[in-house]
């Protein structure tokens, strides 16, 4: 005689079906999110030999990226969706999120700098194309405007035969509410993504 097959408790059941939902939700947000990024535009640059991708309403802005502009030995251009903007790259009028990347000739100390600055622990060891890069990423409560607010950053130091380059994207929750958390983290996300699709011969 056949034993009848045992019944999973109720909670158990509740447990896998809200498991379930929860792996479609990521599954789907996953989908859209490969579909947004693929439509990206390609940014290349020839003479430093690196490329980005970056959304299609966003702008680039900054100094020109080419050799014969430096200033002080640097060049320094932004990957923002406002166009028109201040040098500045903590200006108020800038976007919630953007990315900075400051360019600096051979021989640089800057990524030692950094490093006495932060721990290293800190730092993990990426691939950008041909390259590899130190990568440190941080979320904390910080004040800005007398409010205790979140800020979403993510720095990535890539080394050259020529050049060093400094890729950071920060982004400022504006309170603490759930929507504006919910924006900086999205901010930090585009962020991120073009940080992380950086590519250097």
Request: with cysteine; aromatic share 18%.
């Amino acid at each position: 005689m056949k034993k009848k097959a045992q019944k999973l408790p109720k909670w158990v059941n509740i447990c896998l079906w809200i498991s379930g939902v929860i792996f479609v939700f990521f599954a789907i947000l996953y989908i859209i999110a490969s579909i947004y990024v693929s439509a990206w535009k390609i940014y290349k640059n020839e003479e430093f030999g690196f490329n980005f991708k970056y959304p299609t309403s966003w702008y680039i802005s900054g100094n020109p990226i080419d050799k014969q502009y430096f200033d002080a030995n640097r060049g320094l251009f932004w990957i923002d969706s406002k166009e028109e903007l201040p040098l500045n790259g903590q200006d108020v009028i800038r976007s919630p999120g953007n990315v900075e990347i400051r360019v600096y000739k051979q021989p640089s100390t800057h990524i030692e700098e950094q490093m006495e600055q932060r721990y290293y622990s800190e730092f993990k060891i990426e691939e950008f194309g041909e390259k590899f890069g130190y990568v440190d990423e941080q979320i904390s409560v910080t004040s800005k405007n007398l409010g205790r607010v979140q800020l979403f950053s993510k720095d990535a130091f890539v080394e050259t035969d020529n050049y060093v380059y400094d890729i950071e994207t920060q982004t400022y929750a504006e309170n603490n509410n759930f929507l504006s958390s919910i924006k900086a983290r999205y901010y930090h996300w585009i962020g991120s993504t073009i940080l992380g699709s950086f590519k250097f011969k």
